[in-house]
């Protein structure tokens, strides 16, 4: 059995926060709602008449999605093998997404992305320069005798 690579697994569901994330901002363009109108009505400005939090999430998920997956010009990027980095904005997606209703989901999943991610920090993991490879041991092309 091999050995579980935790950002790997975190990577996988930031992925699915971020697409979820972005399907809820379009989907609040149409249905605006904020997920806590039932307590007060005073956020309700940042979802309509102009969709101000819907474009906040909209960029978020966007720029996480690619971010994680990773697009060219931020693979192999110091941007893109930060775990910190990664800490450090992930809540602030996971905010946008909890205030409307539709992204509470990906709010959640953001949180679970953020915990196995810090999982993998205490444990000294890196994230490598090439996407989704494994980093190498000792040096390469030596006997594995």
Same mark, same amino acid.
């Given at each position: 059995m091999g050995k579980l690579i935790k950002n790997h697994w975190a990577r996988l569901i930031v992925l699915t926060a971020s697409a979820h994330q972005v399907a809820s901002a379009l989907e609040a363009f149409f249905w605006p709602? %904020?997920?806590f109108d039932f307590m007060t009505k005073t956020l309700d400005p940042a979802v309509k008449p102009v969709p @101000? !939090?819907?474009? %906040?999430n909209l960029i978020f998920g966007i720029f996480i999605f &690619? +971010?994680? +997956?990773? !697009?060219g010009l931020i693979a192999g990027s110091s941007l893109h093998r930060s775990v910190e980095a =990664? !800490? &450090?904005s992930f809540p602030l997606a996971a905010l946008a &997404? @909890? !205030? %409307?209703y539709q992204g509470t989901n990906a709010a959640?999943? /953001? @949180? @679970?992305g953020m915990i196995? /991610?810090? +999982? &993998? /920090?205490?444990e000294g993991e890196i994230i490598c320069p090439k996407p989704w490879t494994l980093p190498? =041991?000792? =040096?390469?092309g030596a006997s594995k005798a």
């Open positions: 709602k %904020i997920f @101000v !939090l819907q474009i %906040i &690619a +971010w994680e +997956w990773p !697009l =990664r !800490l &450090a &997404a @909890v !205030l %409307i959640i999943y /953001y @949180v @679970v196995v /991610y810090f +999982w &993998a /920090y205490s190498q =041991r000792g =040096r390469p």
